[in-house]
């Protein structure tokens, strides 16, 4: 009632909500303020959706009810679909990366110093020792779709050469209460598990990516991920799973099965060897320069101000050179 009456009372046009429970309430906003507001609803992901039928109900439901659904990738598009959403009321938006959030270009061991300052005491103490060896970065929500413990499976798999020279940095909040302590015991009980670092959450995650050798995604699920897009643009190699939210890095990635723990080591092992070549360099370079045309902020924020008009979004459209495939996949032998 009070979000309907802030819509009256302030002559508010357009309203836009994102994932399930600001829908609910937007989409009853807009009902109880006699459709005078046009609602766009904007959701990033379904994880777990299938297991929960009440969700499903909700979002069957509510989805009718606004004027818009944006989602940020297709396959998030089929979803709704096989919900009975009509096509029409459903366009996708990509995702973007601000670039001026990425910290200006710095050597990477001056990154990794200011970084390890700023660290907790006790995250401070186990990364000083390692500030001139490779690191390998999973930067997440800490969560079973995101994939902590295969990262830590691929750790083991790599040679005891590369990870006497390498530490694995898991960072990021718990989304799911006791999935935290699961990832530690399982690190705990690993090998060399003193090189495996778990920080729980950073407010500088820019910093983290750019202070990385490797980012690496090993996720069960995603919708459309903006962390391995913020690697890219800081030309960070990126190593993820081959999911369908991950299907949009094919040009920009290595990619491997969640069954094949072995492969995703064998790539981060020969990513290690290129890291100096300068072709490499290079072509992380052209990918950094493509990505950054395709998802920039004010390309998402254009799409959006037209759905806010009313007007349609067909879909990306890349400018001349946008959409050029960087390659990068494939070159690492």
């Not at 969700?55 to 989805?63: G, K």
């Not at 103490?125 to 390692?130: A, D, E, N, V």
């Amino acid at each position: 009632f009070d979000l309907a009456r802030t819509i009256i009372s302030n002559r508010i046009n357009v309203v836009h909500s994102h994932d399930l429970g600001s829908l609910i309430y937007a989409a009853l906003a807009r009902v109880l303020s006699g459709f005078r507001v046009r609602h766009i609803h904007t959701q990033h992901s379904f994880v777990g959706l299938t297991k929960n039928r009440k969700e499903i109900t909700y979002h069957r439901l509510f989805s009718w009810l606004a004027s818009k659904i944006t989602v940020v990738n297709a396959d998030m598009k089929r979803i709704y679909r096989v919900l009975g959403v009509p096509d029409s009321k459903i366009s996708v938006v990509e995702n973007a990366v601000e670039l001026g959030s990425l910290p200006v270009k710095c050597s990477r061991q001056a990154l990794r110093s200011r970084l390890i300052k700023n660290c907790a005491e006790g995250i401070k103490t186990r990364l000083k020792p390692y500030v001139e060896d490779k690191w390998i970065l999973h930067l997440a929500r800490i969560h079973p779709a995101k994939g902590q413990l295969n990262s830590i499976a691929i750790w083991e798999a790599l040679s005891e050469t590369v990870r006497s020279k390498a530490v694995l940095i898991i960072a990021g909040y718990e989304a799911q209460s006791g999935e935290l302590e699961r990832v530690r015991s399982r690190a705990l009980e690993s090998v060399d598990a003193e090189r495996i670092l778990i920080i729980p959450g950073t407010d500088s995650p820019a910093e983290w990516i750019r202070a990385a050798d490797i980012y690496l995604s090993p996720s069960n699920y995603e919708g459309r991920p903006l962390g391995p897009i913020e690697a890219i643009m800081a030309e960070v190699p990126v190593v993820v799973s081959k999911i369908p939210g991950h299907r949009f890095l094919n040009n920009y990635s290595e990619q491997f099965s969640l069954l094949e723990p072995d492969r995703a080591a064998s790539l981060v092992e020969s990513i290690f060897k290129s890291l100096a070549d300068q072709d490499f360099k290079l072509k992380l370079a052209e990918c950094r320069k493509s990505v950054s045309r395709r998802y920039s902020a004010a390309r998402m924020v254009r799409e959006y101000l037209r759905l806010y008009r009313g007007g349609e979004y067909a879909g990306y459209k890349a400018e001349p050179g946008a959409e050029a495939c960087c390659a990068l996949a494939g070159t690492i032998k």
